[in-house]
C-alpha cells in the first residue's frame, strides 16, 4: 500500500467529439389519485385484449384463460348464411319461428362479412334489413348473437370490383349504395326490441386518408357514409395499420394520424347530432413487407409493435371506445394449402410446428404473442399519470395492492425517462418489468425481470414498449380524482388562408385545478407552417413543434393532432378561440379542448422534485425545481410553461445546451430546490448562457447568501458557459431550501455543481490481487492522476490491478474523464470503481473504458462469487470517454459521456457494501507480465 506521490508532468491536449445526449422527460404518476376519462375509470379488458378470431378450438381456449383475452371478430353472418342456403346473393331463407324477448349477444364480439357476400346495387335494400332481423331474432340461438354486426369489411375499397361494375360502373354510386344498405339494417335493428343489445357499426374504412385530395377522400367517403348511415350507426369502425416497408420508408398511423383521424370522425359527430358516437377499431396492427418469403418471426413481431403503439391512443378515448382488435388471427388452417406452400397466414398467434408441411402435427405461439404477454396482468382502475413528452405513451391502473404502469416510445430514438411519484408509495415488495423491443432487421427483444426496489427513471429505445408492475405492502387508499373531459366546437374542416383569424366557441366548461390542452388537427402540405398564432381568450399560448410519432415526411400531406397547452387560469366557463397561420393552404381539421380537473386542489406542500433531496456536493439540474407551485417552490410572471417541455408547471422549460433548461427568464423570478448538504467548502460551477451584460444569479441557502454570480455576455441564447464562484462556506444539514433568484432575468441555466474543496484528492494507491508486476499512482494537480499497473483482470472470482482510492460513507459519486489508456490487450481497464474491501475476491462495481474506448459496466456482487457485467459494449470507437458511477444506498447506476455534461446511463445495479467502501480509479493491463499506463483528469469524489 503506497501513498498517492505528487508529480507535474505534461499531458498532451486530446480533443473532444461531441455526440447527441438523451434529454430526460418525467412521467408523474400518483397512485393517490383515480383518473377518470369522461366517467369512465375501470379498465374493460374486454374492448381491448381481443383476437380477430371466435371462440376457437382448445387451444386457443386455452389462451383465452391464460392470457385473460377475449374473441373479436369474424367472417360469418346472415348473408354468408343464406348464401349457403340459397346459392344466390339477395335470396334469403323464410321467416321461421324463434324465441321471445330480448336476444342476449355474445359480449365484445363483431361478426362482419365480405361485401361480395352481401350486396348489388340492384337488390332490394329493406329487404336485405328484413332478412338481418330475421336471421339474428330467430335463426340463431339466444346468446349466439354478436354484439356488434358489421354488414361489410371495408367495402369501398371493393366498390370498383369486377362483381359490382356489371350493374352499376360508377365506384362513387356504388359506395354510396353500400352506405345506404349500412343505414337501412341500423335502422331495422334499432326498431327491433328483441335485438336491443345488438349494435350496427360501419363502414370499416380501410385506409382512412382523410386528408387527401384536399380532404376530398374525407368528403366523399367518410362524411359521405355519416350523412347517409350515421343517425343508425352504434359506433364507427375504422382500420388502422402502420405499413413499414424494410427496404423504405415507414408510413404510420399510429402517433399523430391517428389521432386527426379518429378526432375529425368525433368533430362532425358532435356537429350533426350533439353527441360523439363511439368507435370501433375492428383491425389494428402494423403491415410489414420486403421481407423474404415464408414464414418469418423477425416480420411477424412488426405488428406487436404498432399494436402497442395505437393502443395506446384507444385507451385515452375509453369513454368513447366501442371495442379494438388487433389483427391477430387464430391458426387459420384455411391459409395452410398447397397454393400457399402450407405457410401460415402472416397474422396467426399460433403457427405449426412443422412449417411448410401439408398435416401440422403440433402448435406454438408466435411471436404476435407477445401483444398478450406485455399486458395480461393489466387491470384495475386508471391512475393520474402525466407525460412531459408526446413521443412518451402512458398509461397506469391500480388494482389492489398491485399499481401497473405502461410505456411505449414513439420516437425514432432512444428517451431517458424519470419516473416520478407525486404521492409517497406504501412500501415496496417487488417490481416487475416487462421490456419489448421490436426492431425490423434485427430479432426482438422481450425481458421479463423483478427487482426490489422503484426504478428511479428507464432509458427506452425507439419504438419500445414497457409494462412496470409495482406491488405494495399495502393498498393505495384514492384521495383524490382526475377527471378528463372533451369540449367540441360547433365548426371542423376550417380552410387555412394566410393571416385570417379562425375562432371557436367552448361553453359550459369545468374549471378548476389541472391540466388543458388544445388538440388541434391540421392537414396541409409539409412547407406549410404547423405553429399558428393561438389565443385562448385573447391570451397567446405556446404551439409546441413536436407531435405524437414521426414527421410523417414520406406522406404527400401532414395530416396530425398537436396538442398545444393551455394554462388552466386562462379557461372560463365559456371560451373563445383563435387561431391564425402565416401561410395559405389546407385545413384545420378539428379543435377539441381537453380539461383535465382535480375534484380537490392538491396540497402545495412543498417537496422536492422526484421525491428526494438534492445532494451537496453534487449537480442540481435547473429544472428539477421543488413540486410546489406558484409562489411556494417558484415564482414566474406568468401561469404557463413558455417551451412546453419536461414538466406542467408554470416554469419556462425549453431545449438547450443538449438538455432542457430554464429560460424565459425575468426579473424577480425564483426557484428552490430541496437539499441534503455535506458541511464544508465548495466551488460553486453554474451552467448558463446570456446574451446580454450585467445579468446576475443570487444563491441562498435557508436564507444565508451563498454568493452573487455575475454573468458574462455569451452572445447567444444558445451559447453556454460555466461561471463558479470560489470558496464558499457552507454549514450542512438536511432538508435546506437553496434559492436562486434572477433580479433582472434574461438568461438560460441549465445546472449548477456543488464540488468540494479537495474532491479531486485520493489519498492510498494499492495492487489489489498481487499483479506480477507493481503498479503506482502520480497525482499531478488537483484532479489529475497517472496509473500504472498491471494483472490479469478484474473478472472472474480474483482480481488483479492497480488502485488508487479513499474510504468514503454513505452516498457518493465518481466521475473521471480517461484521456489516455495503453493498449496492453483489448481488454485492458480502466474506470471508477467502489470496492468493498482491498481483498483480491471483494465485492465491487465499476464504469470502465477500454482502449478502443468502449465503456461498459462491471460487478461482483458477493465475496469470491463470479464477476458479470451489462453484457454491452457502449459509446462507440471514436470519442474520449468520461465515467461516472452514482452511489445510493445500496444502487449503483453507472453513466458514460462524452463531454462531461451529456450523460448516457447504463444501468442501476443493487450490491450490498461496508458502510466505508473504497472508491477510486482502477486500471488493468490484462496482461499479468506488463504495465499499462492510464492518464485520468476531471477526477471527483463527491
Known sequence: MNMISQLRC??????????????????????????????????????????????????????????????????????????????????????????????????????????????????????????????????????????????????????GDAVFQAQQPDAALMRTRMAEWFGAIGQKVDQT????????????????????????????????????????????????????????????????????????????????????????????????????????????????????????????????????????????????????????????????????????????????????????????????IHSTHPDIQSHAFADGNKLYVALNNLDDVSQFVNLDFASTLPGIQNVRIKRLKVYEDTPHEFTDTNQSSAPGSITMVADETVVLEYTFQSTPQFSNNFRSQNYYTNKYLQAISANNTISFTFNGVQTGTGLAKLKMGIGRKHDKSKQPIVTVNGTTVVVPNNWKGYDQANRSDFFGVIDIPVPMSLLQSNNTVTVQFPDSGGHLS?????????????????TPYGGVAHQIPGTIEGKNFDLGGQGVAYHDTHSWNNGGLYRSEGVD???????????????????????????????????????SNNRTIIATLDGKLLGTFTLPNTGAWHTYQTISLQGVPIDGGNNQVLRLEFPSGGLNLRSLTFIATGAGTLTTSEDIGSPAIAGNAI????????????????????????????????????????????????????????????????????????????????????????????????????????????????????????????????????????????????LTSHNNGTLSTAVFSNMRVW
Not at 477500454?850 to 459496466?857: A, H, I, L, N, S
Request: proline share 4%; glycine share 10%.
Open 193 to 384: 326490441p328483441e335485438l336491443a343489445n345488438m349494435k350496427i357499426i360501419g363502414y370499416s374504412s380501410a385506409w382512412p386518408s382523410m386528408e387527401l385530395w384536399d380532404f376530398g377522400h374525407w368528403n366523399s367517403r367518410q362524411k359521405m357514409f355519416m350523412d347517409v348511415a350515421g343517425a343508425h350507426m352504434d359506433a364507427f369502425s375504422t382500420h388502422l395499420y402502420d405499413g413499414v416497408n424494410v427496404t423504405g420508408q415507414s408510413s404510420e398511423r399510429s402517433g399523430s394520424n391517428s389521432e386527426a383521424i379518429l378526432d375529425i370522425i368525433e368533430a362532425y359527430s358532435f356537429i350533426k347530432w350533439g353527441v360523439v358516437k363511439s368507435h370501433a377499431i375492428t383491425e389494428h396492427g402494423g403491415i410489414a413487407s420486403g421481407y423474404p418469403a415464408g414464414w418469418n418471426d423477425l416480420e411477424a413481431v412488426q405488428s406487436v409493435s404498432s399494436s402497442n403503439k395505437l393502443i395506446f391512443n384507444l385507451l385515452d378515448r375509453a369513454d368513447r371506445m366501442a371495442i379494438s382488435i388487433p389483427f391477430i388471427t387464430d391458426k387459420s388452417t384455411w391459409h395452410i394449402t398447397a397454393a400457399n406452400n402450407y405457410e401460415p397466414y402472416g397474422a396467426v398467434l399460433m403457427r405449426p410446428t412443422n412449417l411448410g408441411q401439408p398435416n401440422p402435427t403440433g402448435w406454438v405461439y408466435t411471436p404476435k404473442i407477445l401483444f398478450y404477454e406485455m399486458w395480461k396482468d393489466v387491470k384495475g382502475k386508471r391512475v393520474y
Open 779 to 922: 497525482q499531478d494537480g488537483a484532479d489529475t492522476y497517472t496509473l500504472t499497473g498491471s494483472g490479469s483482470d478484474i473478472w472472474g472470482t480474483w482480481d488483479r490491478f492497480q488502485y488508487a482510492y479513499k474510504n468514503v460513507s454513505g452516498d457518493h459519486e465518481l466521475i473521471t474523464r480517461v484521456d489516455f489508456l495503453e493498449n496492453t490487450n483489448t481488454w485492458a481497464k480502466a474506470g471508477v470503481m467502489f470496492r468493498d474491501s482491498s481483498a483480491g475476491n471483494s465485492k465491487f462495481v465499476m464504469v470502465m473504458v477500454r482502449p478502443d474506448k468502449q465503456v461498459t459496466m462491471q460487478w461482483r456482487d458477493s465475496t469470491g462469487g463470479s464477476a458479470a457485467w451489462n453484457s454491452a459494449l457502449l459509446g462507440g470507437t471514436t470519442s474520449i470517454k468520461w465515467l461516472r458511477l452514482v452511489k445510493s444506498g445500496n444502487n449503483f447506476t453507472g453513466y458514460y459521456s462524452t463531454d462531461g455534461v451529456n450523460w448516457t446511463t447504463i444501468l442501476t445495479k443493487s450490491v450490498t457494501m461496508t458502510n466505508s467502501p473504497l472508491a477510486g480509479l482502477c
Open 653 to 691: 422549460l425549453g431545449s438547450g445546451d443538449g438538455d432542457v433548461v430554464v429560460g424565459w427568464t425575468a426579473g424577480g423570478e425564483w426557484l428552490e430546490y430541496t437539499v441534503n448538504a455535506n458541511p464544508g467548502v465548495y466551488d460553486i460551477e453554474a451552467r448558463i448562457s446570456a446574451p
Open 590 to 606: 378539428s379543435l377539441i379542448l381537453e380539461v383535465g380537473k382535480y375534484d380537490f386542489t392538491p396540497a402545495a406542500n412543498q
Open 10 to 159: 505534461y499531458i498532451p491536449a486530446l480533443a473532444l467529439i461531441s455526440t447527441l445526449s438523451l434529454t430526460a422527460q418525467t412521467i408523474t404518476i400518483d397512485p393517490q389519485t383515480q383518473r377518470f376519462i369522461g366517467s369512465v375509470s375501470d379498465l374493460d379488458r374486454g374492448k381491448y385484449f381481443t383476437l380477430h378470431s371466435g371462440t376457437g378450438d382448445a387451444d386457443i381456449q386455452q389462451f383465452y384463460a391464460d392470457y385473460n383475452a377475449f374473441e373479436g371478430r369474424g367472417f360469418w353472418g346472415p348473408f354468408s348464411y343464406a348464401n349457403q342456403q340459397t346459392g344466390v346473393v339477395g335470396q334469403y331463407p323464410g321467416p321461421i319461428s324463434g324465441s321471445s324477448g330480448v336476444r342476449s349477444v355474445r359480449s365484445n364480439y363483431v361478426a362482419t362479412e365480405h361485401p361480395s357476400n352481401v350486396i348489388r346495387y340492384n337488390l332490394d335494400t329493406n329487404a336485405a334489413a328484413d332478412w338481418v332481423v330475421e336471421y339474428y331474432k330467430d335463426y340463431v340461438s339466444n346468446g349466439s348473437a354478436p354484439e356488434f354486426f358489421e354488414p361489410m369489411n371495408e367495402p369501398f375499397v371493393h366498390a
